[in-house]
């Protein structure tokens, strides 16, 4: 299981290529890849904060608990911090399991609690100003599925 936290721009192709490579244990690999957006026109950079340790130690938790939870192989998140222009890779996701059902489910799980619950706070430099990313409630409803 790997979870890397950096300000270094990746090549999530190079990554997931890596990944699983020499496994004859792995039935399924799904990853997804977070890419910043501007919906509006008017994102000049995004800026990522987060508390180093801390961070690392919050995601680690998660990812044991999808390890667990769905018996996969290998995992790994990497997620980036710093100053990002829209476009630019932000995170990754991977997981490896036996069976596709699984790695799907886990990516999902994963996805879902970066959204909500990592310590990572967000903001946006707008041409017309700087806001902070706030919670949306659908990424709540999309995290309290999995409590159920």
Do not use: C, N
């Not at 710093?82 to 990516?107: K, L, Q």
């Not at 970066?114 to 706070?121: E, Y």
């Not at 903001?123 to 409803?141: I, L, N, Q, S």
């Amino acid at each position: 299981m790997r979870v890397r936290v950096q300000e270094a721009a990746f090549d999530p192709g190079r990554e997931l290529a890596g990944f699983a490579r020499g496994r004859h244990d792995v039935g399924a690999v799904v990853s997804f890849t977070g890419v910043v957006r501007d919906t509006e026109g008017t994102l000049e950079r995004m800026e990522i904060e987060h508390y180093p340790g801390m961070t690392e130690k919050a995601i680690s938790a998660i990812v044991d608990e999808a390890s667990a939870r769905w018996s996969l192989l290998d995992a790994m998140v990497i997620h980036r911090h710093g100053t990002m222009a829209p476009g630019e890779v932000i995170m990754m996701v991977a997981t490896a399991s036996a069976h596709r059902a699984e790695a799907f489910a886990s990516a999902d799980f994963l996805m879902d609690y970066l959204k909500s619950r990592a310590p990572f706070w967000k903001k946006e430099r707008r041409k017309d100003g700087t806001v902070w990313v706030a919670a949306k409630d659908e990424d709540e409803a999309a995290l309290d599925r999995w409590s159920r």
